[in-house]
């Protein structure tokens, strides 16, 4: 059984890319699970990270204060900005203005733990990063997104602001209780939670294309341009701010990886509950869920080989 767990978490992008293929090409396969599942599920994903954290994923944001104020101005700012530069240059309607600002305004997604450990990158920078995007996200996502889309459309920043804390915060609280007054269960579990957040992952990423998918495939190859070109940069602005900045290799691993890879997942929940009126806004978080563990992979790759040559 952990063999196959183990198989699955590694090859979750693979996963990813082929619900997703399944949802646009028979889309009657995932379009009969109602989009009201997204949040459940997203939280269910938070929970299992909350399962996940430990007190010294705690200590390392307070340890190591430096690089995680680095990684998380990189965080909030480069891809923010970028979101908005990419809205402007390819002109965009507002519905796909929305769907990518909200990704570029969400902290970094778990996924990017696995990425950076198969990259040979600093785990401990990457948990903590990860840890410290996600807790300063009920404040700064929905500042951001107010102030990048606002003139577009009206933002509902408190509400916002309150579904992050009922879908990501509570959840991770909730799974760090259960580590203190459960701890034999946890443990327990504890080893099949990546490859079951893998097929959350897979399954909310195919619901969402599932529901959308005349719409994926009329806009189809302009967000898949976008979102690419949103994830490489990132990726490339996050390790050359770390090689600036005289950060020792594997730092910058971990940085190019948190601040490329975004809690996708998380921008198109928000795009359902707050922007239900702009149906694209859903799409950019799809897509970028599907191509951040394709490039991930790729990256990962690309970074462990030139460890090793170096060595």
């Known amino acids: 059984m952990k063999t196959i767990c183990d198989f699955i978490a590694r090859w979750m992008g693979a996963m990813v890319v082929l619900v997703a293929a399944l949802a646009l090409m028979v889309p009657t396969s995932l379009a009969w699970i109602g989009t009201w599942v997204i949040n459940p599920m997203l939280g269910i994903i938070m929970f299992g990270m909350g399962l996940t954290l430990s007190p010294q994923d705690f200590k390392i944001v307070l340890s190591r204060p430096k690089d995680i104020l680095i990684g998380c101005l990189t965080q909030f700012t480069v891809m923010p900005l970028l979101a908005l530069g990419l809205t402007w240059a390819f002109a965009l309607p507002e519905e796909l203005a929305i769907g990518v600002i909200l990704v570029g305004c969400c902290p970094g997604g778990t996924a990017s733990n696995v990425i950076t450990y198969l990259a040979k990158g600093d785990l401990a920078l990457s948990v903590g990063m990860t840890a410290a995007s996600t807790l300063l996200a009920p404040l700064l996502t929905p500042l951001l997104v107010w102030a990048l889309a606002g003139t577009m459309v009206d933002v509902d920043a408190l509400g916002m602001l309150m579904s992050i804390v009922y879908v990501v915060i509570a959840p991770i609280v909730g799974g760090l209780l259960c580590q203190r007054f459960i701890p034999r269960v946890t443990r327990r579990v504890t080893p099949y ?5 893998s097929v959350m992952i897979a399954l909310l990423v195919g619901i969402i294309v599932a529901h959308n998918a005349d719409r994926v495939l009329t806009a189809g190859l302009l967000v898949m341009l976008i979102v690419m070109i949103h994830n490489l940069l990132g990726l490339a602005i996050g390790f050359s701010v770390g090689r ?35 149906p694209l806004a859903t799409i950019p978080g799809a897509v970028f869920s599907v191509w951040h563990n394709i490039s991930g992979a790729l990256v990962a790759k690309l970074y462990s080989s030139n460890r090793t040559s170096e060595q």
Do not use: R
């Open 193 to 197: 939670l990546p490859a079951f957040s």
């Open 244 to 278: 600036l900045l005289h950060l020792q290799k594997p730092k910058c691993v971990a940085l190019s990886i948190e601040v490329g890879m975004q809690n996708s997942g998380l921008a198109s929940s928000l795009a359902v509950l707050h922007f239900a009126a702009y």
